[in-house]
Antibody, heavy 121, light 112 residues
């Protein structure tokens, strides 16, 4: 049973960097798949932030690319998100998920429970 | 890349069938890319319901089915049940010159 768990501060000040970690259990990140971050502002829809392959290759949402860094630590079986220069618009529930990408399709099959990050002074 | 277009809300009575549309462009839904669909109950994480356009993960009821025509993908739920009331999102790979993934705006399903 693949399980993902997000962790990190629930409150971040404007202009600072949001940092979250996703711990994976029941599956070794080194075995394959992409691993992604998705966010959902309160009362709004889902937005893909970016994904990382177990080898370290990264792909980011073009609209967030300048502020996002995703990294992986295979020794701890976890991956992390950093989002810099945050504003109130970055307030959202942040989810991590296992991300399958094939030639014809993409999907997120296992999700963490999500963690609310509020940007406020 | 813009989000995929979904109706804001749909409704149906128990036992009926409903269809949720997801309209994109020739760069995402309309290309060879196959859509995935997610169900989200309030306060919960999304759950994968359909992948690669029409396939169901293990454990998902066969009342859920997916299809595509041109630039529009569809999710059909037959034999509506009270527990189907939730938000539904479509998702597609949207890369042309760059890797990108887009979601639809979401559809609120109400079971009357």
């Amino acid at each position: 049973q693949v399980q993902l768990q997000e962790s990190g501060p629930g409150l971040v000040k404007p202009s600072e960097t949001l940092s979250l970690t996703c711990a994976v259990s029941g599956y070794s990140i080194s075995s394959g798949y992409y691993w992604g971050w998705i966010r959902q502002p309160p009362g709004k829809g889902l937005e893909w932030i970016g994904s990382i392959y177990h080898s370290g290759s990264t792909y980011y949402n073009p609209s967030l690319k300048s502020r996002v860094t995703i990294s992986v630590d295979t020794s701890k079986n976890q991956f992390s998100l950093k989002l810099s220069s945050v504003t109130a618009a970055d307030t959202a529930v942040y989810y991590c998920a296992r991300h399958l990408v094939v030639v014809t399709a993409t999907n997120f099959d296992y999700w963490g429970q999500g963690t609310l990050v509020t940007v406020s002074s | 890349q813009s989000a995929l277009t979904q109706p804001a809300s749909v409704s149906g009575s128990p036992g009926q069938s409903i269809t949720i549309s997801c309209t994109g462009t020739s760069s995402d839904v309309g290309s060879y890319n196959l859509v995935s669909w997610y169900q989200q109950h309030p306060g919960k994480a999304p759950k994968l319901m359909i992948y690669e356009g029409s396939k169901r993960p293990s454990g998902v009821s066969n009342r859920f089915s997916g299809s595509k025509s041109g630039n529009t993908a569809s999710l059909t739920i037959s034999g509506l049940q009270a527990e189907d009331e939730a938000d539904y999102y479509c998702c597609s790979y949207a890369g042309s010159s760059t890797f990108n993934v887009v979601f639809g705006g979401g559809t609120k399903l109400t079971v009357l």
